[in-house]
T-cell receptor, first 114, second 114 residues
Framework: DTGVSQDPRHKITKRGQNVTFRCDPI?????LYWYRQTLGQGPEFLTY????????KSRLLSDRFSAERPKGSFSTLEIQRTEQGDSAMYLC????????????FGPGTRLTVL | AQSVAQPEDQVNVAEGNPLTVKCTYS??????LFWYVQYPNRGLQFLLK??????LVKGSYGFEAEFNKSQTSFHLKKPSALVSDSALYFC????????????FGRGTSLIVHP
């Protein structure tokens, strides 16, 4: 399968711990997006990359959130010192360059902070 | 602020009847408009998009949407609903007003009754 994959699918952690999620996009896609989705809401944009460059990060929820895409392929999203309010589904999507292109989404990582 | 609204949390329709899922937007310039569908326990999937040209766009699974600039709407339609169409539907835009940040509506739950 050559779709977008995310790992892990589920993560349970204790408050104050750090977590890292991985996203593998479709290989020929230049753009990679991260979103947060909570129950009853649509995906909320967090950040995106064009190849290895992070072009927009002002929507990251706090300085505890960071993302990387070191070689323009896979990406990681890290949340430091997790809080219960961070519990949500974290989605990754990829697309070719161009704002008119649709995005291809991964299955998401469900984070539960106890 | 630029936004997209889905005024109905839930739409109920009988199988075989036509369905409409509403979306309105508030965006300066000419945004690109999208519909995505999310089936239970699966990632979001692209349905269709409006970029330019014909106001009626056709997409996957028999869905279509009509772009109406004067009413700033992009309603999703299907002539004959199937039980398998039951899912969560999201309207989204990208571009417009110089912003490249994708923005999603909160979603509409479509329930098709046998």
């Amino acid at each position: 399968d050559t779709g977008v994959s995310q790992d892990p699918r589920h993560k349970i952690t204790k408050r104050g711990q750090n977590v890292t999620f991985r996203c593998d996009p479709i290989s020929e896609h230049n753009r990679l997006y991260w979103y947060r989705q909570t129950l009853g809401q649509g995906p909320e944009f967090l950040t995106y990359f064009q190849n290895e460059a992070q072009l927009e990060k002002s929507r990251l929820l706090s300085d505890r959130f960071s993302a990387e895409r070191p070689k323009g392929s896979f990406s990681t999203l890290e949340i430091q010192r997790t809080e219960q309010g961070d519990s949500a589904m974290y989605l990754c999507a990829s697309s070719p360059s161009g704002v008119y292109n649709e995005q291809f989404f991964g299955p998401g990582t469900r984070l539960t902070v106890l | 602020a630029q936004s997209v609204a889905q005024p109905e949390d839930q739409v109920n329709v009988a199988e075989g009847n036509p369905l409409t899922v509403k979306c309105t937007y508030s965006v300066s310039g000419n945004p690109y408009l999208f519909w995505y569908v999310q089936y239970p326990n699966r990632g979001l999937q692209f349905l269709l998009k409006y970029i330019t040209g014909d106001n009626l766009v056709k997409g996957s699974y028999g869905f279509e949407a009509e772009f109406n600039k004067s009413q700033t709407s992009f309603h999703l339609k299907k002539p004959s609903a199937l039980v398998s169409d039951s899912a969560l539907y999201f309207c989204a835009f990208q571009g417009g007003g110089g912003s490249y940040i994708p923005t999603f509506g909160r979603g509409t739950s479509l329930i098709v009754h046998p």
